[in-house]
């Protein structure tokens, strides 16, 4: 038996095969769950032909986390394809070009509005739509990057992300009574489709290939995906409310925090 066996997910974020939302998506169906994911407008159909690269294609619901219509209409459409939720990831970042690469004294305020509606915001928006369809001892997840950090060129994307690991801990505080957990999970730097756009994104790699004492091969996914697997299992059922780092031990050393 697989540790999600009978577990019914919904998984935002997948876009490529390299990202973590897909390798979340694949690793959770090989353990048994049943997946469904999100996309919108013109990348629906993008996400729609990754889909088919799973073990098992999964249907994908439209959902713009930025659209209180789309939010309003989530728990419908995704109960068209499952009676329930078990589990949520959230893998949905992002900042306008402005909002990072060096140039953080200067960003203006719309475009870190932006970073922080999509990019942390969102996180409570997700767990509140989907919060019709999730069980007792379900899970909600999101990925970040070591938000205690002033990275390179990170920004006020590093910002947005300290502000997503918060409002992890306050959905854990509301949601909790309901049986209901929420964590983040903080993976080192990976070759995804978000980190494109991080200007200067070698000199992430270079720090971790310097500094983490187990390594960390900005390649594989997997790692962290089994993290997400792990936290969405019933074999976390008093975890809430914390950060699980997948870094090769990188947060841990001295000179690094």
Known sequence: MGLLEGKKLLVT?????????????????????EVVLSSFGRQMKLTQAI???LPKTPPVVQLDVTDADDLAQL?????????????????????????????FLNTGWDDVATALQISAFSYKSLATAAL?????????????????????????????????????????RDLGPKGIRSNIVSAGPLRTTAAKAIPSFEKFDELFQTRAPLGWDVKNAEPTAKACVALLSDWFPATTGTIVYVDGGFQAMAGNV
Do not use: C
């Open 51 to 53: 889909a088919k690269r």
């Open 13 to 33: 974020g997948v876009l490529m095969d390299t990202s973590i939302a897909f390798h979340t998506a694949r690793v959770a169906q090989e353990e048994g769950a």
């Open 132 to 172: 019709p369809l999730m069980k007792p001892g379900g899970a909600i997840v999101g990925l970040t990057l070591d938000a205690r950090i002033a990275w390179p060129a990170y920004d006020w994307m590093g910002v947005a992300k300290a502000a997503l690991e918060s409002t992890s801990r306050y959905v854990a």
């Open 75 to 103: 728990a419908g459409r995704v109960s068209e394809h499952v009676d329930g939720l078990d589990g949520v990831v959230h893998s949905i970042g992002f900042a306008p070009q402005d909002a990072m690469g060096g140039n």
